[in-house]
């Protein structure tokens, strides 16, 4: 008896510990909560992108005016930017190489933010720059809403966000020309 007076702490841990070992539900919940790991639904929510979430309506700048959920069914490169943001500027030329060099394989949808229409025409006729630019003409949905510009997401086919970069890139560099081969098989 006075063993289980001295050590009655450890064996209700014990008991505890057993309990969220053995019933499955609890483990899981204990698991997913302690490692912060998604699950697989929540995984999908979040990397998925359905029509509604692209249903932007744009104006085209050098390009037909056209709806963001028309350029499904190629990968999808969406660059949000603007002619004020030093770091889009710089990587600008690397998207205009990336363009030139894979215009056939995916879409391409650079939308201009907080900018306007003649600063970005201005822009683009002193760069010689050809990529598809835009300005969106109705709300973006949070899941593509920037918070940091440039922002760039490439997008498959299904509308599974292959890759999100929140930052200036090179975007013509041989890691990710090989990445675009790989996704647009």
Do not use: H
């Not at 249903?55 to 050098?62: E, P, R, S, Y």
């Not at 907080?114 to 010689?128: H, I, M, R």
């Not at 109705?138 to 999100?164: C, E, H, M, Q, W």
């Amino acid at each position: 008896m006075n063993f289980l007076k001295k050590n009655w702490i450890y064996m209700v841990l014990i008991i505890v510990l057993s309990t969220f070992a053995l019933v499955k539900p609890l483990r899981d919940f204990v698991s997913e909560q302690m490692a912060m790991s998604p699950t697989v639904a929540k995984v999908n929510d979040a990397t998925m992108l359905s029509d509604d979430v692209l249903n932007i309506d744009l104006k085209g700048i050098n390009t037909s005016s056209t709806n963001l959920k028309n350029l499904r069914g190629k990968v999808l490169f969406l660059n949000f930017w603007g002619t004020w943001c030093p770091p889009c500027r710089t990587e600008w030329p690397t998207i205009e190489k990336l363009y030139q060099l894979k215009k056939d394989k995916i879409e391409f949808a650079l939308i201009a933010m907080q900018d306007q229409e003649k600063d970005v025409k201005k822009f683009l006729k002193e760069n010689n720059y050809t990529a598809p630019v835009y300005i969106a003409e109705s709300p973006l949905d949070p899941k593509v809403l920037p918070v940091a510009f440039p922002t760039t997401y490439l997008i498959g086919k299904d509308g599974r966000i292959l890759k999100k970069e929140d930052s200036s890139m090179d975007w013509s560099k041989d890691s990710v020309l090989e990445f675009i081969d790989q996704v647009t098989k």
